[in-house]
């Protein structure tokens, strides 16, 4: 059993519409970060969210932190194939710099 | 700047063989990290190490070992490598201040 559920596991859609990923559990962490993750490569961090109730946005891309700081969510507006990849969210708890990650989500944007 | 690199890409090893994958970062962080990755699962930690001459167990340190003989390197070893070690092995660095993990581009480890 993961620590952090993330869903859908695949997500297929076409481009120009909207995604939402969840990230959920029932630990309490104290930031949660999102990372993208193409193929052949190591995951990259796109946000950190620290605060909860907290709403980063990156262009296209909304982060959010729940305001229990158990679970998060990414938006994607008007996706595009450059979307496409591996979404991993990652908690880390209060004491330490280790990370716990989510199972992913991989996302296809079709042109 | 090369930041994170791993040592080989990839790697296809017969059943009770023994390998040492390497990791590399020129960042001068305190922490470096190794994960394996399978289908599904997301990324998982083997073991980590804090600072030079330290390590330390994560959540799936069975049959591996590791040594941080050097703040920039992190050795992880496999001495009797087993077919449920097929995986992608990432290594990651990071300093407390900073809080994000730089990742090398993976080893791709099969075991027949």
């Known amino acids: 059993t993961q620590l952090l559920e993330q869903s859908p596991q695949f997500l297929s859609i076409q481009e120009g519409e909207n995604l939402t990923v969840y990230c959920n559990s029932s630990?309490?962490?104290?930031?949660l970060q999102w990372y993208r993750q193409e193929p052949g490569e190591g995951p990259v961090l796109l946000v950190t969210v620290v605060t909860g109730g907290e709403v980063k946005k990156l262009k296209r891309l909304t982060f959010q932190f729940g305001d229990a700081r158990k679970d998060s969510s990414l938006h994607i507006t008007a996706a595009q194939p450059g979307d496409t990849g591996l979404y991993l969210c990652?908690?880390?708890?209060?004491?330490?710099?280790?990370?716990?990650f989510g199972g992913g989500t991989r996302v296809l944007v079709k042109p | 700047n090369a930041g994170v690199t791993q040592t080989p890409k990839f790697r296809v090893l017969k059943t009770g063989q023994s390998m040492t994958l390497l990791c590399a970062q020129d960042m001068n962080h305190e922490y470096m990290y190794w994960y394996r990755q399978d289908p599904g699962m997301g990324l998982r930690l083997i073991h980590y190490?804090?600072?030079?001459?330290?390590?330390a167990k994560g959540e799936v340190p069975d049959g591996y070992n590791v040594s941080r003989l050097k703040k920039q390197n992190f050795l992880l070893g496999l001495e009797s490598a087993a077919p449920s070690q097929t995986s992608v092995y990432f290594c990651a660095s990071d300093n407390k201040a900073i809080y994000e993990q730089y990742f090398g581009p993976g080893t791709r480890l099969t075991v027949t």
């Open positions: 990652a908690g880390r708890k209060a004491a330490g710099n280790k990370l716990t």
């Open positions: 190490s804090v600072g030079e001459g330290t390590t």
């Open positions: 630990s309490v962490f104290s930031s």
